[in-house]
């Protein structure tokens, strides 16, 4: 059974940028595609980038050119690194595998992008 954690969000000024994090422990890490998503406040949950076990990325319209999803397989962690950030980012982000499964969502990181 893993666990993944999210990490890394805050407070941030419009084009600032942020590294989020998502920590995989147990043996799930290496073999799936992690994704990650986002929850505006108030909106439904929508898939923001994500990452193969060989490194394939894909990326909402939304992000694309902004963000980048990276893994360190050695320290069972995806990156999402996001810059040039709009305060329509403003979202819990969420990291899980794909397809999502129930007990993988965790807390989230929260990211706000205001002046």
């Known amino acids: 059974q893993g666990q993944l954690v999210e990490s890394g969000g805050g407070l941030v000024q419009p084009g600032g940028s942020l590294r989020l994090s998502c920590a995989a422990s147990?043996?799930?890490?290496?073999?799936?595609?992690i994704d990650w998503y986002r929850q505006p406040p108030g909106k439904q949950r929508e898939l923001v980038a994500g990452?193969?076990?060989?490194?394939?990325?894909n990326y909402a319209d939304s992000v694309k050119g902004r963000f980048t999803v990276s893994r360190d397989n050695a320290k069972n962690t995806v990156y999402l690194q996001m810059n040039s950030l709009k305060p329509e980012d403003t979202a819990v982000y969420y990291c899980?595998?794909?397809?999502?499964?129930?007990?993988?969502w965790g807390q989230g990181t929260q990211v706000t992008v205001s002046s």
């Open positions: 899980n595998t794909r397809p999502p499964r129930t007990n993988y």
């Open positions: 147990g043996s799930i890490f290496k073999i799936y595609t």
């Open positions: 990452i193969t076990g060989g490194g394939s990325t």
